[in-house]
Structures are given as C-alpha cells and as structure tokens.
Antibody
Framework: EVQLVESGGGLVQPGGSLRLSCSAS????????MYWVRQAPGKGLEYVSA????????YYADSVKGRFTISRDSSKSTLYLQMSSLGPEDTAVYYC???????????????WGQGTMVTVSS | QSALTQPASVSGSPGQSITISCTGT?????????VSWYQQHPGKAPQLMIY???NRPSGVSSRFSGSKSGNTASLTISGLQAEDETDYYC??????????FGTGTKVTVV
C-alpha cells in the first residue's frame, strides 16, 4: 500500500526554522512529482510547494516564496520542506502529497500523508 | 493567490442528490481539465474523489460524479448517505505553474 509519513512538526518561535520530512513507501518515488499542502486550524487547504520527479523543478506559493525550500532525496524516498522566517500565519497541519500520474505535475493530488502539525508561537 | 469559490454549505436529505459548485476563472478551472475534488473528514487527511473533472479513482463510489461548464466545475453526490456528511474541496491547476484549492463546502445530511 502506498504510504506517506510526515515528521518534523512541532512548536517553534516566530522567526525560527523547521524542517519537515516525508518518508514514502510502496511506489517508485523518483517517478512522481510531490507536493506540500497545509491547512491552518479550522481553515481550508492551501497549496504550498511542488517539486518535479527529478527534483530539477521547484515551485512555491507566493505566501512562502523566499522562506521555504522543497527538496527530495530519491535514494531515501524522502521529501523535505525547509521552513525559515516562520510567522504565526504558518501555523498549520502540513501534508505531504503524491502526484497521481508519472511525468505529470500539478494535475492531481493523489495520495496524502496523515499530516504533521507546525505551531508558530512565542 | 485567490481561492476557487465554493458555497460554504450544502444540505440534503438521505437518498437525495446534491451538487457543489466550484467557480474559478479562465486561468484555472475554465482553462484546464485538471479539476479534482477531495473529501475530508474531521481530523483526517483529504481523500481524492474525482480527478480530471469527471474521473473516479478506483474504490470511490459511483454516487460521486463531476462535470464542468465554462469556469465552473461541479461535484454531484447522488443517493446521499449519512457518511457523506463532511467537508469537500475542489482544486485546479492555475496558469503560471501554480495550484489552487476551493474555499471548501460543508455537506450536511438532514
């Protein structure tokens, strides 16, 4: 069964940094684009960042551009999100998501992890 | 980046059909057939229900169907059941290599 397991969330002070990880299993990780999506408490879903299957192309929502960096390590089947200059507005559950089809990108967000909570507060 | 517009809530009786709309622009919903719909139960991760406007992943009930006309996509749930009561989100590719979700709709089975 395809599985995505996020880790790395927690409480961080405003202005701080955090790195999220997402361990993937049961599929050929290097064949699929991957994403991060977040959901603030009681709010809707927000696209955060995308990375192509090779890692050669990365994209960011305007709200995180310049502060977040997405990356992947295919040898470890792991997706990362390095977050810096965090503010209260970044408080959310962060989901790791797999693209449905190979080669394609930003078409269908297929399999979702269970999410990891990031809280930015002093 | 503005979200796609969905009604905040939709309700129906068991057995009835309901439709949730998702309105965007020619830069997203109207310009691409990459509209998806997700179901999210409280405290759980979203689950893909419809992709590419009208396709159902394996395992999703045929009671769920999708369509699109112009800049508005729709999700129809037929034969409404108590277990369908939860939140639904649409999404679409948006020109400029970005992605957008809808504002979300709470479905209530009355």
């Amino acid at each position: 069964e395809v599985q995505l397991v996020e880790s790395g969330g927690g409480l961080v002070q405003p202005g701080g940094s955090l790195r999220l990880s997402c361990s993937a299993s049961a599929f050929t990780f290097s064949n699929y684009a991957m994403y991060w999506v977040r959901q603030a408490p009681g709010k809707g879903l927000e696209y955060v960042s995308a990375i192509s299957n090779t890692g050669g192309n990365t994209y960011y929502a305007d709200s995180v551009k310049g502060r977040f960096t997405i990356s992947r390590d295919s040898s470890k089947s792991t997706l990362y999100l390095q977050m810096s200059s965090l503010g209260p507005e970044d408080t959310a559950v962060y989901y790791c998501v797999k693209e449905r089809g190979t080669v394609t990108m930003m078409r269908t967000f297929d399999i979702w992890g269970q999410g990891t909570m990031v809280t930015v507060s002093s | 980046q503005s979200a796609l517009t969905q009604p905040a809530s939709v309700s129906g009786s068991p057995g009835q059909s309901i439709t949730i709309s998702c309105t965007g622009t020619s830069s997203d919903v109207g310009g691409y057939d990459y509209v998806s719909w997700y179901q999210q139960h409280p405290g759980k991760a979203p689950q893909l229900m419809i992709y590419d406007v009208s396709n159902r992943p394996s395992g999703v009930s045929s009671r769920f169907s999708g369509s699109k006309s112009g800049n508005t996509a729709s999700l129809t749930i037929s034969g409404l059941q108590a277990e369908d009561e939860t939140d639904y989100y649409c999404s679409s590719y948006r020109s400029g290599s970005t992605y957008v979700f809808g504002t979300g709709t709470k479905v209530t089975v009355v």
